[in-house]
């Protein structure tokens, strides 16, 4: 089936007709960067250390996504009228992962049940960045019944789980806050890659289970058009690094890395339906976690490639849990966060979170990057 429309997100809004593009997405291009370099270890690791000092919050703008002036306030009061919030990252951004905690704990803080029992509502945390075949594991931890050692040795988290997503962990299991290993296993998104979508047909019923229901949803033709425009801009960073081309090495050194090695645009249509089976499978899982728990609040937190446009995961969510509301809350690394920057077309979701570029680890590698390669 194609997916289309942008699902339900406010009964009010009005998903709208897109704009004419007024710039790249860097986002989405780092995002998609990830995706084709192999494996979350690779995509993620850089020159810059996760506990350098350089790598810390900064400051930080709300707006809605048409660009008005918000807050985390109007944000945690609106997840009130939704099941799901998406809340897209950028993976290397210190700030984009100190919002997420905080708006964890504002959501708990506001939407549970208080302790004298009047209504509330059930938590949930759902993350990209664990695969669903990990999920007793994850629950295993939750739940007391294994050390964080034995918890980190098995449950294959990304890189920079110390600094980025431990503090989610931890926060769940100290709240009882139930948490989805929402992402397909890699293994099989690779397979797709390799051999194309039909191939999962092989796969045992077992391997399958960890996947959205065969055959999952087809890219709808706004994802697929986001997808053609991010490879793009993959393609215009073939033997280059930080914008600049790469230099020939001197006598004796190594050599520089491209941002993206040749090659990377290649096998498209495979990479494609890759990535929509993680989109198909997160929505999935989030989907079966609603139907066993009807008054949920779940918080899903993922690369905003997957959601910032309403594209993507919302799409498949809204196949599975058809009528299921949500909401979108965008956070994006800029280079001034209070001069708010348009979508290329339509607009950020609900609410977009402009954070401080500066502090990245793309932008800090690059700087002493630049630095280094200017002072020769």
Known sequence: MILAGCGTRRPD???????PEVQRMRIETTAVLMLLMASPVAAQETAVSASDTAYTAGEYRVFT???????????????????????????????????????????LAEH???????????????????????????????????????FRTDSRPWPRYETDYRPLIEFSKANEISVIAANA?????SRVTANGRESLADL??????????????????????????VITGVMEQEG?????????????????????????????????????????TM????????????????????????????????EHLAAYSPGASYMIVVLRPVEDVDSFEPAPSGEWGDFVIQTDGSRTLEQIECGAYLAELDGR
Request: hydrophobic share 40%; aromatic share 6%; proline share 8%.
């Open 240 to 280: 280059m690094k930080c914008g600049r081309p790469l230099p020939e090495p001197a006598e004796g050194e190594e050599p520089v890395h491209a941002t993206a090695p040749a090659g990377a645009h290649d096998n498209m249509g495979n990479q494609l339906h890759s990535q929509t089976l993680w989109d198909a």
């Open 13 to 19: 809004m009005d998903c709208g007709p897109s704009n």
């Open 283 to 314: 929505a999935h899982r989030i989907s079966r976690h609603l139907a066993a728990v009807p008054d949920a609040l779940v918080l899903h937190m993922v690369g905003s490639f997957h959601v910032a446009r309403g594209t993507g995961t919302p």
């Open 112 to 150: 549970r049940a208080s302790s004298d029992e009047t209504a509330g509502r059930s938590v949930a945390l759902s993350l990209e960045f664990f695969q669903a075949d990990v999920q007793p594991v994850l629950d295993e931890y939750l739940g007391g019944l294994i050390s964080e050692r034995a």
């Open 204 to 229: 045992s019923a077992t391997a399958r289970a960890h996947l959205a229901p065969l055959p999952y949803g087809e890219p709808s033709e706004a994802y697929r058009d986001q997808w053609i425009h």
């Open 185 to 189: 296993p890699r293994r099989y998104t």
């Open 65 to 107: 996504g048409a660009g008005e002036p918000a807050s985390l306030d109007d944000v945690v009061r609106d997840m009130a009228h939704h099941q799901v919030v998406f809340i897209g990252e950028a993976h290397d951004d210190p700030t984009g992962h100190m919002l997420e905690a905080e708006l964890l704990a504002r959501a």
